[in-house]
């Protein structure tokens, strides 16, 4: 590099700082992101109703409706996502046995997901299954309460174990941690056991 050059380089230099200007950076992003779920039925017709919420501190600032299959893969790491952006399965984290990955093709490095006790959420709320199914007799009742007049829900003392998830009522959305650790006590059968055996509670 020639003086001439190295001079005209020092003297931008100089210019750039003395007139205060920076390198443009990225801010912090000021939110926290969370998915989660709630035992009220979806808009689709889902018995369960998937999330991601936005919150700044404790205040809940916006909530997105998500499909089940986008809250495992969220949840997995195998979907990009606000809640997870360092793509860590939560479902190994919290060891929720019946959620894990399969690899469809090792040399390709892809991946899929088995989760099937995702689908006894509704068991929760709900003591009989609340649709018609001409294969009705092959679904195994819920575990939650039927107060008559097709009302169904947790008991009270159902309620008093599921706020050990971080929730106050039973169609409150259960996120984070909580719903990591609630679909890991889902896989115990003695937890089972005792969800329903508070059912007269």
């Known amino acids: 590099m020639t003086t001439k050059r190295i001079i005209i380089l020092l003297v931008t230099v100089m210019v750039f700082f003395s007139t205060g200007l920076t390198i443009p950076h990225r801010t912090a992003d000021p939110y ?85 006790i995702i689908t006894e959420l509704w068991k929760l709320r709900y003591q009989e299954y609340p649709y018609f199914m001409e294969n009705g007799d092959d679904i195994q009742p819920g575990w939650g309460k039927e107060f008559g007049n097709g009302k169904q829900r947790p008991s009270d003392k159902q309620i008093q174990i599921l706020r050990k998830y971080g929730i106050k009522n039973w169609f409150d959305i259960i996120k984070g941690e909580g719903a990591y650790r609630l679909l890991h006590d889902l896989c115990d059968p003695q937890w089972v056991s005792n969800y329903q055996a508070a059912r007269d509670g």
């Open 32 to 116: 926290q992101y969370y998915i989660g779920f709630s035992l009220k039925p979806s808009t689709n017709g889902g018995l369960v109703t998937f999330f991601q919420l936005k919150y700044f501190g404790e205040e809940l600032k916006s909530t997105q409706q998500i499909t089940q299959e986008s809250f495992i893969m969220q949840a997995m790491g195998l979907e990009a996502s606000q809640a997870n952006p360092d793509q860590v399965d939560w479902m190994e984290v919290y060891q929720v046995k019946y959620c894990k990955l399969v690899y469809t093709d090792s040399v390709l490095n892809k991946k899929d997901f088995q989760c099937p």
